[in-house]
């Protein structure tokens, strides 16, 4: 899917102008979305005009197989003049507590390695210990107020940034993240505020690299002798976000965890990100740097 294609909005909230906004998205014509949801290709265009009002079920039959995420499909209800179908209620309420309840066993369960979790931006909700113990270890965490968001703590020169390695490789990577793993693979405004103020700080620029970014080149690779320390194996599987505590690297990697077939807009928007060394050295290192073993 093209960054193009994400990117378009609709022209207004009409029904008609919405399900062309999602074919666009999804790069389908009115045949292709025809033939995959069994409606007629004249229904489908009856609808986009204006000429014909789809059932409730209709419509959630084209936003399935349009992938349009949870939240949106309630405003395509609403465009319609249907009542939402998806609740909309706090990632914290009644509603979710069998969610929030496995997410709190999640992160215990992972100590000592840091997890949390997040919000579609970024945002963190819940942590386990070791996310406050691990920052800790480079920086007064106590002095970071309001509510904290992941990337921003990554990207400020006051928080993790001078303790990156290969800076322009993994904020390179970290922004193409927020484009691929966006809620529904859709770049909302909400997000683009996210983008465009990381782009703002130092070192982070809009180029013509892959997906439209594109690094500084004021942090180079580091030299031979300045990899030898943990973790500068070239066979890893995956390219990991590394950070240096005095003379040691600490090298990880992170599995992204989702709520299978959510039912509520809070349970799709939620993410787990948990941290683990990308090698057998980091591990070592990482529960020394915790105090959990002796050095």
């Not at 782009?199 to 997906?211: E, Q």
């Not at 990899?227 to 003379?247: C, Q």
């Not at 039912?263 to 070592?284: G, H, K, N, W, Y």
């Amino acid at each position: 899917m093209s960054t193009r294609n994400t990117d378009l909005r609709p022209a207004d909230a009409q029904l008609g102008n919405l399900l062309r906004h999602w074919r666009n998205v999804r790069g389908r014509n009115q045949l292709d979305l025809s033939i995959e949801t069994g409606i007629s290709q004249r229904h489908i265009s009856f609808i986009e005009s204006g000429r014909s009002k789809p059932s409730r079920q209709t419509l959630l039959e084209i936003a399935q197989v349009l992938d349009v995420p949870l939240r949106e499909r309630n405003s395509l209800l609403l465009s319609a003049g249907f009542a939402p179908v998806y609740s909309e209620t706090a990632w914290n309420s009644a509603q979710m507590h069998s969610v929030t309840k496995a997410l709190e066993r999640i992160l215990r369960q992972h100590e000592p390695f840091p997890a949390l979790v997040m919000d579609r931006y970024w945002n963190v909700l819940m942590t386990n210990e070791s996310v406050p113990r691990f920052f800790n270890c480079f920086f007064d965490m106590s002095q970071r107020k309001g509510p904290r968001n992941m990337l921003h703590l990554v990207f400020d020169p006051d928080g993790m940034r001078p303790f990156v390695e290969r800076w322009d490789e993994v904020a390179a990577s970290l922004i193409h993240r927020v484009r691929t793993e966006a809620t529904g693979r859709v770049i909302d405004d909400k997000t683009r505020e996210l983008l465009a103020a990381l782009h703002a700080y130092s070192d982070v620029k809009t180029g013509s690299g892959p997906g439209g970014d594109q690094m500084t080149e004021k942090h180079p690779q580091p030299r031979g002798e300045d990899r030898r320390a943990i973790g500068a194996v070239p066979t890893l599987p995956m390219i990991p976000i590394s950070f240096r505590k005095s003379d040691t690297v600490l090298n990880y990697f992170s599995l992204v965890t989702t709520v299978g077939t959510p039912q509520t807009v809070a349970a799709q928007e939620l993410r787990i990100e948990s941290m683990f060394p990308a090698d057998e050295e980091t591990e070592q290192a990482h529960l020394k740097l915790l105090g959990m073993m002796s050095a």
